[in-house]
């Protein structure tokens, strides 16, 4: 058995095609987000990935819509969302396929 911590990885991802990651693979990322009230992420989109967001603990505003614990909220290659912490956040994130450089701002501009 092998032990690690979250704070092991680059904002929470701990596995996909990038390092540091417990499990190399492009067939999916996933991560542990941790977000205090107020945090805010851009609007943005991924070319090829789905993005599956799991609300495990708190409240998210994301489009303009409010999200509670227990929501799940699948984002399809195209849609762009924003992303607000309305209360201290824990999200379970997943990214199918894993995809290098595959998330743009509005516009194309790569993020």
């Not at 996909?16 to 943005?44: C, S």
């Not at 956040?89 to 396929?97: A, D, E, G, L």
């Amino acid at each position: 058995m092998k032990i690690h911590s979250i704070e092991e990885f680059k904002g929470g991802w701990f596995i996909g095609d990038f390092e540091p990651n417990l499990l190399h693979t492009q067939m999916f990322e996933a991560a542990v987000k941790y977000y205090r009230a107020g945090d805010v992420d851009k609007k943005h989109y991924h070319k090829v990935a789905t993005e599956i967001t799991v609300v495990v603990s708190g409240t998210v505003r994301m489009n303009g819509k409010i999200y509670d614990e227990g929501t799940v909220i699948v984002m399809e290659p195209g849609e762009a969302t924003d992303f607000e912490a309305l209360t201290d956040v824990r999200n379970v994130v997943i990214k199918v396929p894993s995809v290098k450089g595959d998330k743009y701002e509005e516009g194309g501009v790569p993020c």
